[in-house]
């Protein structure tokens, strides 16, 4: 249980780190509380997966806690919260895709996720962890990413005009973003992880080439 935990709090600070590096935010400011919810969801996560063997819910219960945390306790408004929740989750989905498709060419049998607790789960969930921060450290010493979004708290008392077309936009590719990651695992066992990459990485690239335009607005 230890490691799985402690893995999963990583796990939980390299999502923020690439969140709010890929949108140029303050970190850590936030380290508390996301050290706080990272011991909350991995233990949930847990037992989720491990006890319970309710796995199709962790992935989505996770990701309705990140939006949930950037909205209340960030502050953040909605359309800014999903945009850097659904951008990250697929951004860090498509990584792990990578490091799943790389363990099985060197002959790693491709069914090791149904182990969620096993040796060969560490070490992807391990290397995607080390690839994201790499990454959000990339976006800092660079400053690559996106400065369209103020730093929190934001006035809630200012409603998004989502009649402009590319509010419109990131609107339409959050929630295809949300059905992607809701959908992660019936995707994966259904069809195969090919596909869940391909169409991941599409709607990652609208949602960073909305962000892009939003930025230049």
Sequence with gaps: MFTYV????????????????????????????????????????????????????????????????????????????????????????????????????TGMDENFLSSADGFSAYILQVCGIILAFLVAAVYKVFNFGFAFIAAPPHSFYLKEDYNKLINKGILLSNIAAFIIILGTLFIFQKLNSNILFFISLAVFGMNYYLSKRRDLN
């Design 6 to 105: 402690a893995i999963g709090v990583f796990d939980v600070f390299a999502v923020f780190a690439l969140a709010l590096k890929i949108y140029r935010q303050p970190l850590k400011e936030w380290i508390l509380q996301i050290g706080i919810l990272a011991i909350i969801l991995s233990i949930t996560s847990y037992y989720l997966r491990v006890r319970l063997n309710l796995y199709v819910i962790d992935f989505p219960l996770q990701a309705i806690s990140f939006l949930l945390f950037f909205r209340y306790v960030m502050q953040y408004r909605f359309i800014f919260s999903s945009i850097m929740i659904a951008t990250t989750l697929l951004l860090y989905l498509d990584i792990q895709l990578i490091i799943y498709q790389f363990m099985t060419l």
